[in-house]
């Protein structure tokens, strides 16, 4: 029987599960900082969603999909969260009485893609949408959010990489500027470019074949296809973040691999992870609500890939620690042990109580094992004198201390 985790999972083990867990509380105390709510969808979807959302062009949903059928259902396990919370935000009607809302979520999504460095089957976002307002500051905000979540992660050497898709006219003008400036270079692009050059031009430019890279390295870009107000509304959003000191570059060629963005598109590249080096991504999609339900809605939001925030920290596991683990010798040693560990939980110092029928020498190795800070001895001649010894590994030094009175001294010690 094969016991390796399925290619492209991975298991997060206890060492690591502590940085994730910081990973989301900074996330948790950001987001909330900023007004987002959190909401949390199914991790599987109906297969029309994403077709309808992403785009049938798309590398997510020609070939990357985990798709499955129940009865007459056909499902497939999110690759992204965003065309599930606009699912839930028009089933839910969350737009009542409220203009704008703002969503967060964290959790699992999976894509069928050939696992490398940071590239994984299912991984994880932290992302943000949000709905209800075309505003340019709240482009600004956005980035402000995600360059304070980096922040509050400790990453930094990262640059955010922005573009403009302009509106629906723009987004078509932008696509005959492509036809006309690549058709030349038609014939050299790859087969799949080929077919995509008719039937969606944007996908072109999310290829990574080396012969598409430098026929796309050789064209000239411009913002010649951005409407006035468009170009209006652009520039506001770079303004706002060059006042925030936010490091962007603007990325010409920048369209995102998902067909329901318009207006401004970012992503965050960071030198420490290899090929696949952005760590997080998003922009507007406006045109999603009327894809979907024929609703004229603005909104915009991002999603961090956790893995990829750890790779940027170069921090992938914690130091584990123990306050307090305690020791006993004898049947009456264990009772009272348990009864200590128990006056410590009440007061929410977190220790644990060795189990182990060994000798005190190698209770004692367990607790280095453990990195326990005290251990708390008790044998029968504690019992005896209703004290317990109470050792301090860093030191070595060691007080007698009564029972009752345990629980008050560690409090005492653990605050220094
Ligand atoms: P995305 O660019 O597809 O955007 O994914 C966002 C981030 O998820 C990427 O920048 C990367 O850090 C991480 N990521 C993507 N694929 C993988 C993978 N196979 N393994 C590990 N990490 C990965 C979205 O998904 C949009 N929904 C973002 C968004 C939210 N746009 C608007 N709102």
């Keep these: 029987?094969?016991?390796?985790?399925?290619?492209?999972?991975?298991?997060?083990?206890?060492?690591?599960?502590?940085?994730?867990?910081?990973?989301?509380?900074?996330?948790?105390?950001?987001?909330?900082?900023?007004?987002?709510?959190?909401?949390?969808?199914?991790?599987?979807?109906?297969?029309?969603?994403?077709?309808?959302?992403?785009?049938?062009?798309?590398?997510?949903?020609?070939?990357?999909?985990?798709?499955?059928?129940?009865?007459?259902?056909?499902?497939v396990l999110r690759p992204e969260a965003t065309a599930s919370i606009a699912r839930a935000y028009l089933e839910h009607n969350l737009g009542h009485g409220v203009k704008l809302r703002k969503l967060f979520y964290v959790g699992p999504m999976f894509r069928a893609e050939r696992p490398?460095?940071?590239?994984?089957?299912?991984?994880?976002?932290?992302?943000?949408?949000?709905?209800?307002?075309?505003?340019?500051?709240?482009?600004?905000?956005?980035?402000?959010?995600?360059?304070?979540?980096?922040?509050?992660?400790?990453?930094?050497?990262?640059?955010?990489?922005?573009?403009?898709?302009?509106?629906?006219?723009?987004?078509?003008?932008?696509?005959?500027?492509?036809?006309?400036?690549?058709?030349?270079?038609?014939?050299?692009?790859?087969?799949?470019?080929?077919?995509?050059?008719?039937?969606?031009?944007?996908?072109?430019?999310?290829?990574k074949k080396e012969e598409c890279k430098k026929i796309r390295g050789s064209i000239k870009f411009s913002h010649d296809y951005l409407c006035g107000s468009c170009r209006v509304s652009f520039d506001k959003i770079l303004k706002g973040i060059e006042a925030l000191k936010i490091p962007y570059r603007l990325e010409f060629q920048l369209v995102r691999g998902l067909d329901y963005y318009s207006g401004m598109v970012f992503e965050i590249t960071h030198p420490n992870l290899g090929s696949q080096d952005a760590v997080g991504a998003g922009g507007r999609y406006d045109l999603l609500f009327k894809q979907l339900a024929n609703k004229e809605l603005g909104a915009i939001g991002f999603a961090f890939g956790i893995e990829r925030i750890i790779l940027a920290k170069q921090v992938s596991t914690c130091a584990q620690t123990l306050p307090a683990y305690c020791i006993?010798?004898?049947?009456?040693?264990?009772?009272?042990?348990?009864?200590?560990?128990?006056?410590?939980?009440?007061?929410?110092?977190?220790?644990?109580?060795?189990?182990?029928?060994?000798?005190?020498?190698?209770?004692?190795?367990?607790?280095?094992r453990l990195g326990v800070e005290y251990v708390i001895i008790i044998g029968d001649t504690e019992i005896a004198q209703q004290r317990a010894v109470v050792r301090s590994m860093k030191d070595s030094k060691q007080e007698e201390v009564i029972f009752v009175q345990v629980s008050d001294y560690l409090a005492q010690r653990l605050k220094g």
């Excluded at 996330?27 to 994403?50: D, G, H, K, Q, W």
Aim: net charge neutral; hydrophobic share 35%.
């Design 1 to 75: 029987m094969n016991l390796q985790a399925p290619r492209g999972t991975k298991d997060i083990l206890p060492g690591e599960s502590c940085i994730w867990q910081e990973i989301e509380a900074n996330a948790r105390c950001v987001l909330s900082i900023y007004n987002y709510s959190e909401i949390r969808t199914p991790v599987f979807e109906s297969l029309t969603l994403f077709k309808r959302s992403l785009g049938e062009e798309t590398d997510i949903v020609q070939k990357q999909m985990f798709v499955f059928s129940q009865g007459d259902d056909q499902l």
């Design 116 to 207: 490398q460095k940071g590239r994984l089957r299912q991984f994880h976002h932290i992302g943000v949408e949000a709905i209800g307002s075309t505003e340019p500051y709240l482009d600004v905000e956005i980035l402000e959010v995600a360059q304070h979540l980096l922040k509050e992660w400790g990453i930094s050497g990262h640059t955010f990489l922005i573009n403009s898709l302009g509106c629906e006219k723009d987004k078509a003008a932008l696509a005959g500027m492509l036809h006309e400036r690549l058709s030349p270079h038609k014939k050299n692009l790859c087969l799949t470019c080929q077919e995509r050059f008719s039937r969606n031009i944007f996908r072109v430019l999310d290829c």
């Design 328 to 368: 006993s010798i004898g049947e009456a040693g264990m009772n009272q042990s348990r009864l200590i560990a128990r006056q410590l939980r009440d007061k929410a110092i977190r220790c644990d109580v060795d189990f182990s029928d060994s000798s005190l020498k190698s209770k004692l190795n367990e607790a280095n």
